[in-house]
């Protein structure tokens, strides 16, 4: 583990996991190979912050990965992992590793043995804090070997340098103060870090040190990655979070984003959301690694940043960006590609260079043999060369590894980089590096089959990721899951697995934008138009069947629901983009409704003349489903102008007409607190609820009765029994999000009464239901109770 992690039995190598945590597991296991280690410690080690269910899920998982690497067939099992349902080690003298031998080595005196054994950092490219604390304790002891004459070794009997297997888990920071449920967790990837180690130094300073630095340089030059590292490395601040900005435009989006990424709940009505965020990041110090700025620097968003640096006077920015923001006061820091090898050096210099590092690892991942050798140490070295240090453009060309060579690879990158020559003269500097980035990705294309070509184009409808039974239901193409694998292996998308655990597929915003232009050669006008309407058919499928059946896996589809609300309100179908927004209300009602939903919404509203009849339930629920996002963004006036349409659609027809009473009896109240205005309307949507067995209609009247009861009539207790019966309407409806909720309100009668175990009790069931469903932005609320 010293210089870097791999195992080695006999003659077999092992240097490539299949992900960083499983190589961290096998790592701790070695550094404490007597210890026996719970699994919820190593939960928390590996994925800090993260469910305890899914966490022993992913655990399990990595088990058995590691499992099948170190117990291969005709070995024994249990022969080397010993793991029982409480914890995980390797068995008697299973392992031996280098760390724990070179500190015997130094403890013994033998200095020859422990600079032979020190062969690098610990464990390099892991920044954890358990890993960070062993390498630098690992790093004196490194130092003291160095200078041999002043190296001395204190008796067993004083005090001596901590042992490996004395390292444990920092424990977690107190979080009762943070106003979230759990810490922002920063993105994570499968492949390993390279290089920028002189980078990286800088960036922490300058981090440290300015409140804004912006991080630029051409796309695919690692800008994002080496920020991650960065901001995970940094220490001295509260809270670092990212906020993904790729898909913003404007300056609301920005701030929406910034919500989302510090999870904070729908503000108040009469809250700003930037004050929202203001106040949720004031008495912190904290660090917000903001991606992908480029397209917001003249959207307005430049001066939420400006805000939140003057209202936030401990708040430190670290901003991926290629163009400046042009405020006072910020540092920029260009980020260059990695340094080229030389054409003509020798075999060592090249395998020591960076790009040739990262081309070996990546091809590695589709050929474990692949070395610089006497013979491809050139070609190796023109080829990075050739694409000019670009990260992106590096890892696709080692991606065809299994079937080219280096000297194939550039002679194809020669051919097309002869065009692109005369495009750098006309381009300028920073085009020529797009036009390299480009080169890369025409390569890839040129290569793949014209059925590879066409999913590819057909894939960029897609928005924020993909299933393979999507891909293969919009796309039409019945060996989707073939077509995905091969697109997966040449790096042209990229896979994990999503909240349900099925994997899901991505595509590079680079290769979108290069994909796009290729899509009039690929698809006709009516094939683009085919493909248009089954995405759009899709996702309404999918909607309408979720239905308010809120679930984990729905969270990941959101940019397609909405893709699919643009293409239906595009195309002219607005009975369709509001059958999907209305079935989605369980989703909006947890996590917020987009601004973009919004406008859709007003905009197919806006289109209903176009609806034939019959078509009034549909309204009336879409217009009370848009009153109760506006009434959560603050635009009270707007909602009750969609519930006074709602009344009016509605008519005498007994079902629609108890929902609008609802909507309107709960406009009264949340606006005004005005029961006695709203009791009316609540007890004739009841009678008219019950008699067309409109269940959630129902529940919904009956819980705000209760809630009328305990906060205007002071009857905690009538409140508590209304409450029950709006619970088991929802259950009986099968909305099992919303009668969870119920059991928030009864908690706050219990303690009303001062009956503080039940209540306890029943904020505790609150906290688990919320946090099993993903209803974060109620957790807050809940703690502050």
């Not at 979230?180 to 002189?198: D, E, Q």
């Not at 819980?703 to 619970?727: K, N, R, W």
């Amino acid at each position: 583990m010293l210089g870097a992690i791999e195992a080695r039995n006999g003659d077999v190598r092992l240097t490539h996991f299949v992900s960083q945590p499983i190589a961290a597991l096998l790592a701790r296991l070695a550094l404490l190979p007597r210890r026996a280690h719970p699994r919820e410690e190593l939960v928390e080690l590996l994925w800090p912050g993260v469910a305890l269910d899914v966490g022993r899920n992913r655990l399990r998982n990595a088990i058995a990965s590691l499992r099948r690497l170190l117990e291969p067939p005709g070995v024994g099992a249990g022969s080397v992992l010993v793991a029982d349902r409480q914890s995980v080690q390797f068995a008697p003298q299973a392992c031996r590793c280098d760390a724990l031998e070179f500190e015997s080595a130094v403890r013994a005196g033998d200095l020859a043995q422990a600079r032979a054994l020190y062969r690098g950092e610990l464990m390099p490219g892991f920044y954890e804090d358990w890993v960070m604390e062993a390498r630098q304790r690992l790093a004196v002891l490194r130092e003291r070997v160095a200078d041999a004459d002043d190296l001395l070794l204190p008796p067993r009997s004083q005090a001596a340098p901590q042992s490996t297997a004395e390292v444990a888990p920092k424990a977690p920071a107190d979080r009762s103060a943070a106003w979230l449920p759990a810490p922002p967790t920063l993105p994570s990837w499968l492949t390993t870090f390279f290089g920028r180690a002189a980078e990286r130094a800088q960036l922490a300073a300058l981090v440290a040190a300015h409140r804004l630095v912006i991080i630029g340089g051409p796309g695919g030059c690692g800008k994002t990655r080496l920020a991650v590292e960065v901001a995970r490395a940094a220490s001295g601040f509260d809270c670092v979070a990212f906020v993904a900005l790729a898909d913003c435009t404007d300056a609301g989006q920005c701030v929406a984003q910034l919500r989302v990424a510090l999870q904070l709940p729908a503000p108040a009505s009469a809250t700003e959301p930037l004050e929202q965020v203001v106040v949720a990041l004031a008495g912190q110090r904290p660090l917000l690694l903001l991606d992908n700025f480029e397209q917001l620097v003249h959207s307005g968003a430049v001066a939420v940043v400006e805000a939140l640096l003057a209202r936030v006077p401990s708040l430190h920015l670290l901003v991926t960006s290629r163009r400046v923001l042009g405020l006072p006061g910020e540092r920029e820091f260009m980020l260059a590609p990695l340094p080229s090898p030389e054409l003509h050096g020798s075999v060592e210099q090249t395998a020591c260079n960076e790009c040739v590092t990262l081309f070996v690892d990546r091809a590695r991942s589709v050929r474990p043999d692949f070395q610089v050798t006497a013979r491809n140490h050139e070609s190796l070295a023109a080829l990075c060369r050739a694409l000019v240090g670009l990260p992106l453009a590096i890892e696709l060309a080692a991606s065809r590894s299994r079937a080219f060579s280096p000297s194939d690879m550039h002679a194809a990158l020669a051919q097309r980089f002869s065009l692109l020559a005369r495009g750098e003269a006309r381009s300028g500097r920073g085009g020529a590096r797009h036009d390299s980035l480009r080169g890369a990705i025409d390569w890839s294309w040129q290569l793949l089959e014209p059925r590879e070509r066409r999913l590819l184009c057909a894939l960029s409808v897609f928005r924020g990721g993909w299933t393979a039974l999507g891909a293969q239901a919009v796309c039409d193409e019945p060996q989707a899951r073939e077509l995905l694998e091969s697109l997966t292996a040449d790096s042209l998308l990229r896979s994990e697995p999503d909240n349900a655990g099925a994997m899901r597929f991505t595509m590079l915003e680079m290769i979108r934008e290069y994909v796009r232009r290729q899509l009039d050669g690929q698809l006709s006008d009516a094939d683009a138009r085919l493909l248009r309407q089954r995405h759009r058919a899709h996702f309404l499928a999918q909607g309408l069947a979720l239905g308010q059946r809120c679930q984990a896996a729905a969270r990941d589809d959101v940019p397609n629901f909405v893709e699919a609300l643009q293409l239906a309100v595009d195309d002219d179908e607005p009975g369709l983009a509001l059958a999907l927004a209305v079935a989605l209300r369980g989703e909006w009602d947890q996590h917020g409704m987009p601004v973009q939903v919004r406008g859709l919404m007003k905009r197919a509203l806006a289109g209903h003349p176009l609806l034939d009849a019959g078509f009034e339930s549909l309204l009336v629920q879409a217009h009370l489903v848009l009153r109760a996002a506006l009434l959560v963004a603050g635009e009270s006036e707007a909602a009750q102008t969609h519930v006074t349409q709602a009344l009016a659609l509605a008519g005498t027809r007994p079902g629609p007409r108890a929902a609008a009473l609802l909507g309107h009896a709960r406009q009264l109240w949340e606006r005004s607190r005005a029961g006695a205005q709203a009791r009316p309307l609540l007890d004739e949507a009841l009678l008219l609820a019950r008699r067309e067995h409109e269940t959630e209609t129902e529940a919904g009247v009956v819980a705000t009765l209760a809630t009328v009861a305990f906060h205007e009539d002071d009857q905690p207790d009538q409140a508590i029994a209304l409450f029950g019966q709006a619970q088991l309407l929802y259950e009986s409806a099968g909305l099992e999000h919303l009668a969870h909720r119920m059991l928030f309100p009864v908690a706050n009668c219990h303690a009303k009464k001062h009956r503080y175990e039940p209540a306890l009790a029943l904020l505790a069931e609150c906290e688990r239901r919320f946090i099993a469903s993903g209803h974060v932005a109620a957790l807050p609320e809940l703690a502050n109770v």
